[in-house]
């Protein structure tokens, strides 16, 4: 196991980010800044005409990431898909600042350090034609429906219809589009 996070370590240290942005733009057309820094890896698929932003930082690890065509991820996100994957539909954008976080620490017992609890992982899944606003914050379980817009710096963490403007911490249904 630690051999195996070493060897992961060692590649997202050694592969040169011009490497990463050249892949993702041969296999998917996916345009992908060399200023991001984005795991190199199968468990990444990506839709046609997707672009991640500067000094985004997406890890897919642990489990899948999937995102559909024309998904834009603007400058300074973070993404990291846990066990659970990551599922976002087509015609995805968030702003700046947006965390997309796919795995938490089990909690469940007391005195005892949380990394030596363990993780677990539920998922996120995120509909077609979602807007997640800047500096938001989407947490493991949650759902997203469709044609769904997240006001900046919001959390999402739990299931939500389609066809809503979610907004707040925890975000709230403000209004049915």
Known sequence: MKERKLLRGARRIFTPSLVVTLYYYLKYGGKISPRSEV????????????????????????GPLMIGHRGGIANGCFVSA???????????????????????????????HLEDVGIVSRGIRIGDNVWIGAGSTITDGAVIGN?????ANSLVNRRYPDD????????K???RR
Do not use: M
Not at 40 to 60: E, H, M, P, Q, Y
């Open 39 to 62: 795991d190199l890896t199968k468990n990444i698929s990506l839709g046609r005409d997707c672009i991640v932003g500067s000094f985004t930082k997406i890890k897919a690890s642990e």
């Open 82 to 112: 846990g066990a659970g994957g990551i599922h976002i539909g087509a015609n995805f954008i968030c702003g700046p600042n947006v965390n997309i976080v796919g795995q938490n620490y089990a909690h469940g017992e007391k005195d005892i």
């Open 147 to 151: 044609n769904t817009i997240v006001v």
């Open 164 to 171: 809503v403007i979610l907004q707040g911490n925890p975000a």
């Open 173 to 175: 249904v403000i209004f």
